[in-house]
């Protein structure tokens, strides 16, 4: 059996790691990874293939800059012919993308199947690009592989109950293997000068965040008002941006601005972090698993346990509402949870796989 994996995006390859050494076992199963190139910055990507040990994908599309209109549609046109060429039994897309998007709708046209690992979230909030991919990926998905049980009931609401299976978070799996080397490395904390739970983290890259002087303005506002140390590893769109609003220079007389980071190095700053200021859902999640106190610089989120369970707070770009959080938000450690699972998603979701495709068994 030949499935082929489409991934674009920091997240992606981070949830395909441990999905990829799953498949790994299975002598089976051929397994192909296409890289859209959406992340086109060396530390966005290549630097997560070489961290995490993943394969060379076979094939690179090389997409690059550009709108999303132009991007998903060379997405489509490219992958196109690789499943052409291919013949894939599965096509395997990850989280909310315009690779996501793209991949998946080049299948659905050639009605290959489609496998939507981290399907069901939803911020209800359609003004995000991000909102509007999942819920079409999972309309025209056949297998769903949901991270959490409110997840299930999102696709429920929408009429989609065939092919659901709830196996926990993939990046969770990731994780939780993650951390393990990270820790034994370590060196960026002493690289940056910074002591544990002495810094807060900063991550800004959503669209709304960066494009709009507004809302930028504000959130850079907001940071230099912070009284302690802000590390902001510096997305290359936030940075362009920045610098086009002309709001760079009065943010790095204030925050510690550093190019972005590593997977580990990543892990082990939000670890060691007093608290995690973010528009990234990702993020979010690692943020709970490390029991770090989170506040969400967008208005919605599609993590919506992290909020229910007291350790994220919605605060949007408004100053008022993100500095009263740093100053008054304190999650209850009793009411931590194991919501997004064990870190066995990965073997459950080949498992699944495995029964279906090997098997003959419909969905």
């Known amino acids: 059996m030949k499935i082929i994996s489409i991934v674009g995006a920091r997240p992606q390859f981070i949830k395909l790691a441990p999905l990829?050494?799953?498949?790994?076992?299975?002598?089976?199963?051929?397994?192909?990874?296409?890289?859209?190139?959406?992340?086109?910055?060396?530390?966005?990507?290549?630097?997560?293939?070489?961290?995490?040990g993943l394969p060379e994908p076979k094939y690179h599309l090389e997409i690059g800059v550009g709108n999303q209109g132009y991007q998903t549609g060379e997405i489509i046109k490219k992958s196109e012919e690789i499943y052409l060429q291919e013949k894939p039994d599965l096509v395997v897309v990850f989280g909310d993308t315009t690779s996501t998007l793209g991949g998946a709708l080049a299948a659905s046209k050639l009605h290959i199947p489609i496998a939507h690992v981290e399907?069901?979230?939803?911020?209800?909030?359609?003004?995000?690009?991000?909102e509007i991919n999942r819920i079409i990926v999972d309309q025209i998905s056949t297998l769903l592989f949901c991270p959490t049980k409110v997840a299930v009931k999102n696709l429920k609401k929408e009429g989609v109950t065939n092919g659901v299976f709830v196996v926990g978070d993939i990046m969770i799996d990731s994780l939780v293997q993650g951390i393990k080397i990270a820790e034994t490395k370590q060196s960026i904390l002493s690289k940056l000068n910074l002591m544990s739970q002495n810094y807060y983290l900063t991550t800004i890259h959503r669209q709304s965040n960066t494009d709009i002087k507004e809302n930028l303005q504000n959130l850079v506002d907001t940071l230099c008002s912070i009284d302690g140390?802000?590390?902001?590893?510096?997305?290359?769109?936030?940075?362009?941006?920045?610098?086009?609003?002309?709001?760079?220079?009065?943010?790095?007389?204030?925050?510690?601005?550093?190019?972005?980071?590593?997977?580990?190095?990543?892990?082990?700053?939000?670890?060691?972090?007093?608290?995690?200021?973010?528009?990234?859902?990702?993020?979010?999640?690692?943020a709970y698993f490390f029991k770090?106190?989170?506040?969400?610089?967008?208005?919605?989120?599609?993590?919506?346990?992290?909020?229910e369970d007291g350790w994220n707070v919605i605060a949007g770009t408004d100053k008022t509402k993100i500095l009263n959080a740093i100053n008054n938000f304190e999650p209850n450690l009793s009411k931590h949870k194991n919501i997004y699972g064990s870190g066995k998603a990965s073997k459950k979701i080949v498992e699944i796989l495995n029964n279906i495709l090997i098997n003959k068994i419909s969905v």
């Open 229 to 286: 140390i802000v590390v902001l590893p510096l997305h290359p769109r936030t940075e362009k941006m920045l610098k086009q609003f002309n709001l760079y220079t009065k943010l790095k007389e204030k925050v510690m601005l550093i190019e972005p980071v590593g997977y580990f190095d990543m892990l082990v700053l939000e670890k060691n972090a007093k608290m995690i200021l973010t528009d990234s859902g990702g993020i979010q999640k690692e």
């Open 20 to 52: 990829c050494l799953e498949l790994s076992k299975r002598k089976e199963i051929e397994h192909i990874i296409v890289n859209t190139g959406q992340h086109y910055d060396y530390n966005m990507s290549k630097l997560f293939f070489d961290e995490l």
């Open 292 to 307: 770090v106190p989170c506040v969400t610089l967008r208005d919605t989120t599609e993590w919506v346990e992290t909020i």
């Open 119 to 130: 399907a069901g979230l939803r911020s209800y909030d359609k003004t995000m690009p991000e």
